[in-house]
T-cell receptor
Framework: EDQVTQSPEALRLQEGESSSLNCSYT??????LFWYRQDPGKGPEFLFT???AGEEKEKERLKATLTKKESFLHITAPKPEDSATYLC???????????FGKGTMLLVSP | EPEVTQTPSHQVTQMGQEVILRCVPI?????FYWYRQILGQKVEFLVS????????KSEIFDDQFSVERPDGSNFTLKIRSTKLEDSAMYFC??????????????FGNGTRLTVT
């Protein structure tokens, strides 16, 4: 059974204070690891897909990296508008569904 | 940018009643999904649908649930006899590409179902 564990559960940063979110996973065969952003009362919004260890993707202040056991979402100089819950999900070979972690709730204070 | 739309945004129903949640997936997508999120918990897979049939389903998706694509644009989730524990946010998602492509799911903003 695929498992995804995210840490920390919650993170409070000052504006401009860089940090990283962690996603540890176990999966029978990784087809893809996905990062989503979820605002309160909204659906998950797609950010990145990573397919193989060593891969990196960037978008504005966010950078996602992948190893064989975990992924990191690095947030550089965050702004208050980056406040959201960040979800990690895995897709295993042979399936099209996603297994999600519980998410990291990020709060960036001005 | 094309998006997945869901209606209604909030549905209140009494225990034992039937509800139908509606979704319009992104127009050129062929794979459709329902997920749910109970307050404070993780997003959980319910069912996936392709080529007019269910392709995968979870243990949560029991006989009280059904899905349908009644026409070329809508995708629905029916809950036959709602229970208190069905109260959750229900998300529809769609995906392009082929089965093995690893393309991302795109989610709607959900229907909040409250069972009283």
């Amino acid at each position: 059974e695929d498992q995804v564990t995210q840490s920390p559960e919650a993170l409070r940063l000052q504006e401009g204070e860089s940090s990283s979110l962690n996603c540890s996973y176990t999966v029978s065969g990784l087809r893809g690891l996905f990062w989503y952003r979820q605002d309160p009362g909204k659906g998950p919004e797609f950010l990145f897909t990573l397919y193989s260890a060593g891969e990196e993707k960037e978008k504005e202040r966010l950078k996602a990296t992948l190893t064989k056991k975990e992924s990191f979402l690095h947030i550089t100089a965050p702004k208050p508008e980056d406040s959201a819950t960040y979800l990690c999900a895995v897709q295993s070979s042979g399936y099209s569904t996603l297994t999600f972690g519980k998410g990291t709730m990020l709060l960036v204070s001005p | 940018e094309p998006e997945v739309t869901q209606t209604p945004s909030h549905q209140v129903t009494q225990m034992g009643q039937e509800v139908i949640l509606r979704c319009v997936p992104i127009s050129n997508h062929l794979y459709f999904y329902w997920y749910r999120q109970i307050l404070g918990q993780k997003v959980e897979f319910l069912v996936s649908f392709y080529n007019n049939e269910i392709s995968e389903k979870s243990e949560i998706f029991d006989d009280q649930f059904s899905v349908e694509r009644p026409d070329g644009s809508n995708f629905t989730l029916k809950i036959r006899s709602t229970k208190l524990e069905d109260s959750a946010m229900y998300f529809c998602a769609s995906r392009g590409g082929n089965r093995g492509s690893g393309s991302p799911l795109h989610f709607g903003n959900g229907t909040r179902l409250t069972v009283t």
